[in-house]
Each structure stands twice: as C-alpha cells, then as structure tokens.
C-alpha cells in the first residue's frame, strides 16, 4: 500500500495570503496524484488530477506540482471561499490511499 | 448534468448487515466507474470499494476485505455495496464518486454521502 504523508496538518492564514501544502508519496507514482477541497459537512471537490492539471471550473489561483515523489498544492492570493480542509489522493494502483488532510483556518 | 445520490444509512448494531446503494443520472453505468469511499467522523478519507468497468474484477480496502462486497444493476444505474459484520469502527458517512477514467483514478463527481452509525 502506497503511503501519502500530508504537512502541515493545520495552517493558519490570512485572506491574499499564498498558502503552500505539501504531499510526498511512499513510493513513485508517476504524475497519478490528486487534490480535492471539502468544507464541513459537504461531499470533496476535485480541484487537481494528473499532479498539475485543472479541473474545469477551478479558479486558476489553486495550481499543483510535483518534484519527484513529493507534490504540492498552491493557493494564491486566499480568498474567503478557501478556508478548508484540503486532500491529497495518489491512483497509482489499488488500494487507492489519500493524505490526512490540510486544514486551512482563518 | 451528473449525479450520484446515495441511499441506506443508518444504525445498526455490531455484528449485524446493511446495504447502500448508489444512483446515477446523467451518465451511464455502462460507460463509467463508480466508487465507494468512507469518511469516519472528524477523520480523513478512506477508499473502500469498486467494480471494474466491465464488472469482471472488484477491489477492496484492507479494512472491508472479506466482510463488504460491491454489485450493480445497471439497467437502473445503481451500484450497492453490501455490508456485513459490521464493526463500530465502519461507523462513518458513506460517499459514492465517479471515477475520472478506467483503472484506479480521480473522482471527480461525488454523491451527499449518507451516514452508517454502527452502534449498540
């Protein structure tokens, strides 16, 4: 099973701030790595597949990348909306595992 | 528009069965993958469960091996996932999401979830 290690766990910031999480895989993964955004009580959303690409929708402030087994989530310029717990997910192979979680606070 | 809605939570005591199912609309259970996740209270996510695109193989989370199976009936486009020996420890909301492709991928479509309370 392929362990995802996601840091910080918390993260306090301000609005405008440029907010930077991190996910390092246990093994390689190739570019098969996923971020979602979940705020209380409601289902994740896909913000990132494929390690760097967009979903559709997404705004551009959220971007991913990768440097060898280690991924990351940036957020530029925080607005409001983002304050949430954020995932990291690999789909390398079965099972498929994801990150503890970022939770991103005020 | 996709959508997946989830139905069959609720309590139950340990040691007993419950079944979920899962309905989609907008999409065709014929041309995509639906999965089952898992989210305990206050933790993170947890993959539990699919059947492959042709219905052929099905995978499963170490933690359900062996005590939940997953099916589909897909000339109503609903995917269950039946759970048996029932520990406190599945106490959790139940999600179903919709692969982005074949083979271990993304979700990029999720259901509302539905709660599983597993209790005496």
């Known amino acids: 099973e392929i362990q995802m290690t996601q840091s910080p766990s918390t993260l306090s910031a301000s609005v405008g701030d440029r907010v930077t999480i991190t996910c390092r895989a246990s093994?390689?993964?190739?570019?098969?790595l996923a971020w979602y955004q979940q705020k209380p009580g409601k289902a994740p959303k896909l913000l990132i597949y494929?390690?760097?690409k967009l979903e559709s929708g997404v705004p551009s402030r959220f971007s991913g990348s990768q440097s060898g087994t280690e991924f990351t989530l940036t957020i530029n310029s925080l607005h409001p909306d983002d304050f949430a717990t954020f995932y990291c997910?690999?789909?390398?192979?079965?099972?498929?595992?994801f990150g503890g979680g970022t939770k991103v606070e005020i | 528009q996709m959508q997946l809605v989830e139905s069959g939570g609720g309590v139950v005591q340990p040691g007993k069965s419950l079944r979920l199912s899962c309905t989609a609309s907008?999409?065709?259970?014929?041309?995509?993958?639906v999965h089952w996740l898992r989210q305990a209270p206050g933790k993170g996510l947890e993959w539990v469960a699919v059947?492959?695109?042709?219905?052929?193989?099905?995978f499963y989370g170490d933690s359900v091996k062996g005590r939940f199976s997953v099916s589909r009936e897909t000339s109503n486009n609903t995917l269950f996932l039946q759970m048996n020996s029932l520990t406190t420890e599945d106490t959790a909301v139940y999600f179903c999401?919709?692969?982005?492709?074949?083979?271990?991928?993304?979700?990029?479509?999720w259901g509302q979830g539905t709660l599983v309370t597993v209790s005496s």
């Open positions: 999401a919709k692969s982005g492709g074949v083979g271990p991928n993304f979700f990029d479509t």
């Open positions: 093994q390689s993964i190739s570019s098969w």
């Open positions: 494929k390690a760097s």
């Open positions: 059947m492959s695109y042709d219905g052929d193989s099905k």
């Open positions: 997910q690999h789909y390398n192979s079965y099972p498929l595992t």
């Open positions: 907008g999409f065709s259970f014929n041309n995509f993958v």
